[in-house]
């Protein structure tokens, strides 16, 4: 990381932090150290945490929408690609690290800091809706099924985090897309 130029690496030091320790939880000491930056070059390029936080939660958003798309942009019907999104490769125990910014209250409470969390779970439900959408029966509505992917996947990681072991993510997993390709056979 050290290669890394400063704006860089405190981005990316505090993008870790949050994941590992929250909003309230990271202190610009821990990020500085983190990244190998001083005092003064933070507040050269940040106004302050909060700044530097929401760079950090805005890249981390843009991560998580761009590896999102990758796995919904893969050939086959739309369940097998909503499957290809919530079978990839992910850290469970750790939790979503969007996801779990948006139960951090210094995160929620902060409209700037919240509105990053709330365009990637909107675009989210919006892009699986969309695929959805041709291969649900007419009364089954492709928006809230969406938001039911999306939660049961979030819910996943919470239930895991809460057992120490990925086991409740991936019956979670299993069951969302047993019901979806259940009901996308009866389009």
Request: aromatic share 6%.
């Amino acid at each position: 990381m050290y290669g890394l130029d400063a704006v860089e690496r405190l981005v990316t030091s505090t993008q870790e932090l949050l994941w590992e320790r929250g909003y309230t939880g990271t202190s610009p000491r821990a990020i500085q150290e983190r990244a190998g930056a001083g005092q003064g070059s933070m507040y050269h390029h940040f106004r302050g945490k909060p700044d530097l936080a929401a760079a950090a939660i805005r890249r981390t958003a843009a991560d998580l929408r761009d590896r999102a798309e990758a796995s919904l942009d893969t050939p086959g019907t739309s369940v097998e690609r909503v499957s290809a999104y919530l079978r990839r490769s992910r850290e469970v125990l750790k939790g979503c690290p969007v996801g779990r910014l948006a139960q951090d209250p210094g995160v929620v409470d902060d409209p700037v800091l919240r509105k990053p969390l709330d365009a990637t779970f909107t675009w989210l439900r919006g892009r699986i809706a969309e695929l959805l959408a041709g291969d649900l029966p007419p009364n089954v509505d492709a928006a809230a099924t969406a938001a039911t992917v999306v939660a049961t996947l979030q819910g996943g990681y919470v239930l895991a985090r809460a057992a120490g072991t990925t086991e409740p993510f991936d019956q979670a997993v299993a069951g969302v897309l047993g019901l979806l390709t259940a009901v996308a056979g009866r389009a």
